[in-house]
């Protein structure tokens, strides 16, 4: 069971909720994965992003989310942190793989900036930019023990990391994917993305990511 502290708790306050919600219900609690949203190293990097990938209502604060999983961590509470890569946080994921690290998170789960449709220029970047940053940070937080995962990522630009990928729900479409070997488990880049940059960085090649698992599928499930 993936959820959030929101979902358990109702939407007054996570803060305030999920600690209240953990100090009285930890026990409760037990066998329950918590999801959260963090987009950055520090309140400015997660405030660029501008909506919750869960819900339509306006993300947490940093702080709020960094004492909400601390409070998770201290009752033995497995943590999920998803962060969806924008211009504004790419260069930064190093430094954010370190900290979801340090806070105890089992998973982080990286969502490409395209899948988002509310990220638009200047915050969408170009995709061969942006993967280099993020292939960076999951391969340092996998050495640190963090189970890192790319989701929405072309595997093509992945190279020999495309098993850290999650496989794609939706076939990729339009060229160069309609005739990809690895169409069937690459979601490509999306249309939107494609009407604005067109498919110029991609390469029909075999790749092979990762199955999703139940845990997993459960929290794609719940991406907004
Ligand atoms: S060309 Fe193949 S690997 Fe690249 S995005 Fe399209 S389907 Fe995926």
Redesign the pocket.
Known sequence: VVTSIEQLAGRGGLVRASADLLRRSAGALKGVTLAFELHGPNPDAHAQVPRSVFSLDAPETFDGTVTAIDHARAHGLPVVVVSTVSRSNMRVLREQGSLVARLGASDWLLRAPWTSPELAPPQLPRAAMATPFVLDAAVRARRAGLHAWLHGF????LGPH?GLALE?RV??V?A????????T?????GADYRARFG?GE??????RPSQVSPLLSALLDGLA
Do not use: K, M, Q, V
């Open positions: 072309p595997l093509c630009l495309a794609a076939p990729a339009g160069p994917c309609a005739d990809c070997p690895s169409r488990s690459c979601g490509g880049l498919g991609l390469r029909a090649t075999p790749s």
